[in-house]
């Protein structure tokens, strides 16, 4: 089993930055890719991004792709997100996951955290 618990979360202004993190603990290791979803009041889970377990490939949404980055410490066993220019349409409880680096990208983990809710205002 993996646990995973996001932080970071909070209420920014448009334009401005936020850092997510989501620190790992159980059975981690670091051959598990992983990934970043969101989840919108009334709308569906959304991929974000996912990076592979040795750090490359990031592999991000149209919709944060220039915007966003994902980065990982495999000695914190801790993934990031980092996220500039934010939108107002950003804001959504964010979630981290744990997987096969293919069904990440595909929509699917295997753990996930308990989201982090993450509000831009205009």
């Known amino acids: 089993q993996v646990q995973l618990v996001e932080s970071g979360g909070g209420l920014v202004q448009a334009g401005g930055s936020l850092r997510l993190s989501c620190a790992a603990s159980g059975r981690t290791g670091s051959s598990y890719a992983m990934g970043w979803f969101r989840q919108a009041p009334g709308k569906e889970r959304e991929f974000i991004t996912a990076i592979n377990w040795s750090g490359g490939n990031p592999y991000y949404a149209d919709s944060v792709k220039g915007r966003f980055t994902i980065s990982r410490d495999n000695g914190k066993n801790t993934v990031y997100l980092q996220m500039n220019s934010l939108k107002p349409e950003d804001t959504a409880v964010y979630y981290c996951?744990?997987?096969?680096?293919?069904?990440?990208?595909?929509?699917?983990?295997?753990?996930w955290g308990q989201g982090t809710q993450v509000t831009v205002s205009s």
């Open positions: 996951a744990a997987g096969a680096y293919y069904r990440l990208a595909r929509g699917t983990g295997d753990y």
